[in-house]
């Protein structure tokens, strides 16, 4: 079984700059785990690794798809897996960093899918969405699973259709069903490391990040990319920051308020964060300072 390091925690609070002190000490390579960093052309929103960072340790599956494209955490493994083979057979080591909690969990513990999905069903619904609207679709999705409906963004048709597949092929909710899964695989030899500090400095850190990221461009690069063809509507684009500059852009909000909203959203996506990895049983928790301990 293949040994890799795995860094987790809330979004913010640091997990790149330690990765990389991990990556430079241990001949390590990264593997990125967050479902928004993976997009091109979104920079100064994601916090994404920047070229100083990148130069200073290899990172993968960072910076390499389209924001018109689908992904998911069955996409992800995949990709991650023969990252994973590539690192070890240079005899160097793999580390997993990321905040995106579903997509290290299956890499780690497998998905909890054993069947593929039926097609069919999911062609009748992608044709639902065409003939009567994502919203439409959606609205079955909450009749059937409003849990499911509660962690997913309405614009989300890919994971709607994905559930409501689930449903109406099994006849179980897709909520039930992931937490029925006990995830008692294990894929890889593994290191957790989770990175926490106090909530209200890391609330802190989350507000000066989103004051920096308004400094630095991000609304230019919301309406950039508007211009380059990606509208506002697409899953990458409904993606914390993106979608709270857009509804400035589209005049729905003003920029106070957009900058109000993507401070909240952010403080409320770490907090969901923090309770997800924390219920990661065999993870180690060190201060994002705590370096050298970790490193023992």
């Known amino acids: 079984m293949k040994k890799i390091i795995v860094i987790v925690g809330p979004t913010g609070i640091g997990k790149t700059s330690f990765a990389i002190k991990a990556a430079k000490r241990f001949k390590g390579e990264i593997i990125g785990a967050d479902s928004v960093q993976i997009y091109k052309h979104l920079a100064i929103g994601t916090a994404k690794p920047d070229e100083a960072e990148r130069r200073q340790a290899v990172h993968h599956l960072v910076d390499f798809l389209d924001p018109k494209e689908e992904f998911d955490a069955g996409a992800f493994v995949k990709l991650a897996d023969q990252a994973i083979d590539d690192i070890c057979a ?17 890499l780690l513990h497998g998905l909890f899918r054993a069947k593929p999905a039926c097609e069919k069903t999911l062609a009748q619904l992608t044709d639902l969405v065409d003939e009567k609207g994502a919203e439409y679709v959606f609205n079955m999705l ?19 259709i994905r559930a409501l597949e689930v449903y109406m092929t099994t006849g179980q909710k897709i909520s039930s ?8 695989e294990q894929r ?10 106090d909530r209200e400095k890391l ?10 990221m ?4 991000l609304v230019e690069e919301i309406r950039d990319l508007v211009n380059r063809g990606y509208p506002l509507k697409l899953k990458s684009m409904q993606t914390i920051g993106y979608k709270q500059m857009g509804m400035f852009l589209q005049g ?18 770490a907090k969901r964060q923090m ?15 705590g370096y050298d301990e970790a490193k023992k």
């Open 90 to 106: 240079r005899d160097r080591l793999p580390i997993v960093v990321g905040g995106t909690g579903l997509y290290v969990r299956a």
């Open 177 to 184: 069903r992931q937490q029925a899964h006990d995830f008692r």
């Open 275 to 289: 309770t997800w990895f924390r219920n990661q049983e065999d993870a180690l928790w060190f201060d994002p300072l």
């Open 142 to 160: 909450e009749k059937a699973d409003p849990q499911a409906a509660e962690r997913i963004h309405p614009n989300d048709t890919f994971r709607v």
């Open 188 to 197: 890889y030899e593994h290191l957790m490391i989770g990175l926490h500090m």
């Open 252 to 269: 729905e909000v003003t920029m106070e308020e957009a900058v109000r909203l993507l401070k909240r959203d952010t403080r409320r996506y």
């Open 214 to 217: 308004i400094d630095q461009g």
């Open 203 to 212: 609330y802190e850190r989350i507000n000066m990040r989103v004051d920096m």
